[in-house]
């Protein structure tokens, strides 16, 4: 009875998968990198159906293929000046980077991203002139070689490329950027033109990183903030009015009915005082409910995004921090697959967790730490900067999960980092003689000194290893369960 039971719980968990428009973002700057059939069987395991990328790197999309996983590749900006200037080359991407997997068993691509949030104001208008020739030039190479029916270009733009004035600051009044205007409408009209959506991506934790005043609940789902009042029309978040801001700017062109994807939207854990496992759980939790619903927004009630991208899949510990020390924590799994807070994908509010990634094999259990023993002190600060300058020290900062500790834990967090990205060299725990390699754990409570993951065929052999052994218990459940009907 007690197998019967199981065996149903199984069957009806499996019947249960995430919201149909939900993918995530897969990043990849990190020192040690997971596996990319790794992450892919981590895609299966939770049922993510979507995945967008930053560029087409090979060996994901190797990973990719046969999965049926609808994946959105991704062209860099340091490349859309060469695309815009030159179709071949645009015919030339699409022939290496698409078409060379779009056959039966090969990878499923339905978008091509073109540039990365290129209008951002503090590129100071690098990408403004090239951006739409490039979009043009690759939507046009995906006509041209018979697929732009079902593969569409689209160019993900950070939600400052519209606002509301501030005499009137109301979703209902939003508008493109003024120095972007007349290029923002060109290019919607040509995404209609080809039947591709608009794509943005929307971060409450900015807006609440980025003004001390800004109301914390008004950044969650969960109704405890004060509503913003549209003309009558009440807003109790700012995902809905910053998502409605764009349909007005939308409508404003003419286009209000444009289908729109979230690329990118999330909240890291780390890296700020409002940068917690805690918020993002709760912030999760509030979006997957919505989409799960169909809440829709004020805009567009009853009707979600079109596909929303969780950002992201895992940490990333070699991401830029010009942003904020948070760059490096937006994964929903820490850098070695492993889950950080209960997230139920299908937005029932069930108490569970992500499945963790297989088959993972660490470094040996070694830390750097401070030599207990070291005289000359003086040098520390110096070390201690190199360490962080070439790992992820961004836990010690104010308000992060490492923050608060002594000069002696600060310094051992820093040696350990650098260790742990140096693969654990010999050479890479001395600092002048400042720090000794420890086989006692100095994690606190609240701090988390890591041991890093392997990389390379030491790591793919351990997956290879966790496939097969996962391969025999499934095919073992199988048969007990025949067994068990017939």
């Known amino acids: 009875m007690a197998a019967r039971l199981a065996a149903a719980v199984l069957l009806c968990a ?85 078409r060379r997997y779009d056959f039966d068993g090969g990878v499923t691509i339905k978008y091509v991203a073109v540039g990365n949030e290129p209008f951002l104001e503090s590129y100071n208008g690098s990408f403004i002139n090239v951006t739409l020739p490039a979009l043009k030039n690759v939507q046009n190479a995906l006509n041209d070689a018979g697929i732009g029916d079902r593969i569409k270009a689209t160019v993900p ?88 801001t764009l349909v007005a700017a939308l409508g404003a062109v003419g286009h209000g009915d444009m289908p729109v994807v979230v690329g990118e939207v999330g909240w890291p854990t780390d890296g700020d005082r409002h940068a917690k496992a805690s918020y993002a759980q709760r912030f999760y939790a509030g979006l997957l409910r919505r989409l799960a619903a169909n809440t829709g927004t004020p805009a567009r009630p009853g009707q979600r995004p079109a596909e929303v991208y969780l950002f992201g899949l895992v940490d990333e510990d070699a991401k830029s921090v010009a942003p904020g020390n948070f760059e490096r924590h937006w994964g929903v799994l820490r850098y070695d697959g492993q889950p950080k807070f209960a997230m139920d994908l299908t937005g029932q509010g069930r108490d569970t967790t992500l499945v963790p990634a297989r088959g993972v094999a660490y470094l040996s259990r070694t830390w750097c730490a401070l030599n207990p023993r070291a005289k000359d002190l003086g040098r520390l600060g110096a070390n201690v900067d190199y360490a962080c300058t070439f790992a992820d020290c961004t836990p010690l900062g104010y308000g992060s999960t490492c923050g608060g500790m002594d000069v002696a834990g600060n310094a051992s967090y820093a040696f350990n980092a650098y260790y742990q990205a140096q693969n654990q060299k010999d050479e890479a725990c001395d600092f002048q003689g400042l720090a000794l390699p420890t086989e006692t754990d100095p994690s606190t409570a609240t701090c988390n000194f890591t041991i890093q993951i392997q990389t390379g065929a030491a790591a793919m052999a351990s997956l290879g290893r966790s496939a097969s052994a996962a391969a025999l218990v499934l095919a073992s459940a199988s048969l007990q369960l025949l067994a068990l009907l017939w």
């Open 157 to 244: 733009l950070n939600a400052d490329v519209y606002n509301s004035p501030r005499s009137n600051p109301v979703p209902s009044a939003g508008r493109f950027r003024a120095d972007i205007a007349g290029l923002m409408a060109d290019m919607v009209r040509f995404l209609a033109r080809n039947g591709a959506p608009f794509t943005v991506n929307i971060y409450p934790f900015l807006s609440l990183y980025l003004n001390e005043h800004f109301p914390l609940d008004y950044a969650f789902f969960d109704g405890g903030a004060a509503p913003v009042d549209d003309h009558g029309v009440l807003y109790t978040n700012v995902f809905d009015a910053n998502f409605d």
């Open 14 to 98: 499996c019947a249960v998968g995430p919201a149909t428009a939900l993918g995530v973002n897969w990043g990849t700057q990190a020192t040690h990198p997971l596996p990319p059939k790794a992450v892919v069987q981590v895609l299966r395991d939770n049922g993510i159906k979507k995945v967008k990328l930053f560029d087409a790197d090979p060996a994901a999309m190797r990973a990719l293929a046969g999965t049926g996983i609808e994946v959105m590749v991704a062209i860099p900006n340091a490349m859309l000046a060469g695309l815009a200037a030159d179709a071949g080359q645009a015919r030339n991407w699409v022939k290496h980077n698409v």
